[in-house]
């Protein structure tokens, strides 16, 4: 399957050296952004769903991830249950659709999150806990008590929900204050003596929309054990009999019992679509994942999943909750078989509250098992089940207990989220490492307050995610939404709306587009990174801890180490490099005095101020060296090995290869010379890579990040301006090079950039505005063609000012009328009131004269516009703006000498219609679950919703003031 992936993104690119032909990258569906794709309540039909997937294809979107999740009150006739035979219906009827749109599908492996659960997942497959309880008894004594442990019922059920009514459910249709007073006056079911057992037998688990819950129960006892003050331990399990009783009295001396229980987590599929309620699985078990994929198995028997990609995960979430997840049946025979000692042998050191250095290691091997279960138990044979079917995986694995970048390895399609470039490093260095040829991103997920995020806003974040390494963009998201629905329709409560009703969708497709052309280079070649970075899970892993089990994501629990500080400073000078767990290393070979990985070659590995490593692992970097490799060592050489298990000989093998190092050196840094290669170790990064023949990219010192692809011959740059300054220099290319080609994915404009060389570097001419972004192709052999345009003012800049016709295109709630205005503003502020509370596309016009004097072009430069513009002079449209900054360059030969007729279409948000519908009490705020959330505190009403009642109308339309200046 990966071979085939491989060739679906294998891309052409054509240049022809001499006269040059420029070309850009071949695309696809994979080029195109993605989006995820909500499903309320599955309530969907085929006349909306060909309706709303027209709509996304127009715009550029090139597949989407189906998620059904909870409903829409009003609907529920129309709910279809998950995986039902009328849902196999309209799925398959979407894969036709997409076919037909050539547009492609992936399908979330459940309902909303966490992964896998529902009507099918009972005991013996849901998340498991463990509770214990412990006893003092002298010698010649017992227990008198039966050892057992009564779990106490609890319960969490997300807020604002459809629950305790006689008529739960509003009869289907229902409109208006109807379903508002429904969900103003209902009230929690708190009491789980009210809930049936097991919880798929309740009705209306759509109201109840349960997220958390434990019934009161006697809990399954697992082993007892008995420890003296001197050390001696006995199994006690075989001696409790059926009714709890223990039939055991102490030997000499004082010793303490413990009794530790299965329980149950708790945690159930949280959002979860109708027919798709019920308990979370045990991600530990692959009997229970097998158990749930079962499921599928059956509903897709006799279906077409040709047009079906592949599968996809949203994170582990399990322990979004009430306690951890963190036990699994035969957890002590699996952690026996993997740590090589008996785990009942040390229920104190696991437990204990203060720690001290061999309860840490106890505690780091029980850690170390969970993590294995979860590779292993979970992600392994789910990607083996989907490979079965001829399907790849999309995989979320932060936020897990186990070694992330070992889940992302073991995937098809790493996926990141956030807005932190290192957070992303973790599955774009899996996709990096292991030659996977794409990493992709849930993108944009709540910028801003709900209604508050631009187009340009998510371009902002789109190229961070591209200078992360991400390059398959899956927006979050759009909702289904039938096509007669009253405005806005359906919502999700993620605060992106990329929604067909929304107004800046006139001018998705110009973000889209651009996204596409990027992603097309970006999943070309393969990455060009020079250092590995270590990933110190084992230090992570060996230290306490609020709860048993730590839970991983970005540089989350590393905030104050030297591995996050040296990450962040190697970011911010430009250095390129991945992150590489132990069992990735084991995949690394040396070649010459460089490194080769499955995916790209690299120059050294980085360990920052590691304190412990793997025995294995060490052994490894060791043989690296010898065969020629440079490893760095930022601070201190780590000290020993992790864990408990064979800890002495361990240990013993760990000192006789650090004492064959002899560390020498005056100044700042010690070297260890090993066979061909060598351990340098020092206090300072910067000293240590260059050591290492490492150096970043120059181009950050002008305030420009970047991202490499190696081609064939050459590179792919991709660049951006993130400052607030113009870039307008000669900008050094930290690989070598004798030529470059410029794109502008944004205008699609192209040509043979203007190079010189300088300290022997190739220096390339950059133009970027403020947010602006390019991509470079260099070469080693001189191209010619045509040249890339380059322009500089030529004189000063002319206000066009006069009368401007306001006209008011779509929108609504209703269109204010045609009006002149003297001077551009918000035309928030015109004198009709629908102008407060319009919320669409407005032109602007106005004619103008030519400006004195000859120039080679123009600049027409609109100031300040909310939120985007498309700019058409004379007929001819030329481009759509998005911001931060709003020019365009106008061909000279554009302009006449008078009466050249400048138009300008604004398109604002939703905002300022949605603030009416609040105000005037509108039902727009009509979902089960969760319903309505605001991402701000200051934002939500008295009953703990959104509400934008208090805002003001937001500024919309062109501001300017508009000037044209000329250029040569």
Known sequence: ?????????????????????????????????????????????????????????????????????????????????????????????????????????????????????????????????????????????????????????????????????????????????????????????????????????????????????????????????????????????????????????????????????????????????????????????????????????????????????????????????????????????????????????????????????????????????????????????WHRWAQEKGKIVRNQSHGSPANILDCYSVVDIPETEGSELLRFKFAVSAAHILNKPLASAEAATWLNEHFKSTLGDVKTVVDKYFLGGVNHIVYHGICYSPINDTWPGWLFYAAVHFQPIHPFWKDFGTLNTYVTRCQSFLQSGKPDNDILLYFPFSDHNSEPGRDLLHHYDGMKGFENTDFNKVAEDMLAKGYAFDL???????????????????????????????????????????????????????????????????????????????????????????????????????????????????????????????????????????????????????????????????????????????????NNKLEVYVQLEPGGSCVLQTANKAQTGKPYSYYTLAGKSTEIKGNWRLFFMMGGPDLPKPISVPKLGSWTEIPEPLGKVFSGTAQYSIEFAKPAGAASAYELDLGKVAWSAEVILNGKTLGTLLGPVYKVIVPAGLVKATNNELLVRVTNGMTNRIIDMEKEGAPWKKFYNVNFPARLAENRGTNGLFTPAKWEPETSGLLGPVTIAPLK
């Not at 490799?629 to 298990?645: D, E, M």
């Not at 010690?670 to 890579?689: V, Y």
């Not at 794109?743 to 404009?749: A, H, K, N």
Request: net charge neutral; glycine share 8%.
């Open 580 to 758: 590489i767990s132990d069992n990735q290393l084991q995949k690394v070979t040396a070649s010459g005095s460089g490194l080769q990985t499955p995916g790209g070659a690299y120059r050294t590995i980085v360990l920052a101020n590691t304190k412990y490593l793997p025995l294995p692992t060490l052994q490894k970097l060791a043989d690296l060296a010898k065969a020629g490799a440079t490893i760095l060592v930022y601070n201190n050489f780590p000290s020993g090995v992790p864990g408990y298990g064979q800890l002495a000989e361990r240990q013993q093998q760990f000192t006789n290869i650090t004492a064959a190092l002899k560390f020498a050196g005056e100044g700042a840094l010690q070297k260890a010379t090993t066979g061909k290669g060598s351990f340098i170790k020092g206090n300072d990064i910067t000293a240590l890579l260059q050591a290492a023949n490492v150096f970043p990219e120059p181009m950050y010192g002008a305030g420009l990040q970047c991202i490499r692809r190696s081609i064939p011959g050459g590179n792919y740059y991709f660049i951006s301006n993130a400052t607030e300054n113009i870039v307008n220099e000669w900008v050094p290319l930290g690989r070598k090079a004798a030529s470059a080609i410029q794109f502008d994915p944004m205008t699609g404009q192209s040509g043979v950039a203007k190079t010189r060389v300088k």
């Open 1 to 381: 399957m990966i071979k085939r992936l491989i060739c679906i993104l294998t891309l052409s690119f054509v240049l022809i050296i001499g006269k040059a032909q420029i070309k850009w990258p071949a695309v696809n569906a994979v080029t195109k952004p993605w989006a995820r794709w909500w499903w309320p309540g599955s309530a969907v039909n085929t006349r909306s769903l060909s309706a709303n997937m027209t709509q996304y294809a127009q715009v550029g979107l090139g597949g989407l991830e189906i998620t059904p999740i909870y409903g829409v009150a009003g609907y529920e006739s129309e709910f279809i249950d998950y995986l039902s035979p009328q849902w196999m219906q309209v799925f398959s009827y979407t894969l036709q659709e997409a076919k037909r749109l050539n547009m492609q599908i992936d399908i979330a492996t459940g309902s909303g999150w966490p992964f896998g659960g529902g009507p099918l997942i009972g005991d013996a497959e849901a998340c498991k806990d463990f509770e214990y309880k412990t006893w003092t008894v002298k010698e010649g004594h017992g227990i008198r008590e039966s050892i057992e442990f009564e779990q106490q019922p609890y319960l969490n059920a997300i807020g604002n929900t459809i629950a305790d009514k006689k008529e739960l459910y509003p009869p289907a249709g229902t409109t208006g204050p109807n379903i508002l007073a429904m969900l103003k006056e209902s009230q929690h079911v708190t009491n789980v003596k009210k809930l049936e057992e097991p919880v798929y037998a309740n009705k209306n688990l759509q109201a109840l929309a349960i997220d958390q819950l434990k019934y009161k129960k006697n809990l399954p006892l697992q082993v007892v054990m008995a420890y003296s003050d001197d050390g001696k331990a006995i199994d006690l399990t075989a001696q409790v009999d059926a009714k709890g009783n223990l039939n055991w009295k102490a030997p000499a001396g004082t010793w303490t019992v413990y009794a530790l229980f299965m329980g149950w987590h708790g945690k159930m599929v949280e959002r979860a679509a109708p027919g798709a309620e019920g308990n979370a699985i045990d991600h530990f078990s692959e009997q229970a994942l097998n158990k749930y994929l079962s499921r599928f198995d059956t509903a897709f028997v006799g279906a077409d999943l040709s047009q079906l990609r592949g599968f996809f995960n949203d994170s582990y979430e399990v322990d979004d909750a009430h306690g951890q997840s963190n036990y699994t049946p035969g957890f002590f025979d699996e952690f026996n078989h993997r740590r090589g000692y008996d785990l009942k042998l040390f229920l104190p050191q696991l437990l204990k509250k203060e720690r001290d250095e061999t309860s840490l290691r106890v505690l780091y091997d029980y850690r170390q098992t969970i993590a294995d279960l979860l590779l292993e138990k979970f992600t392994m044979p």
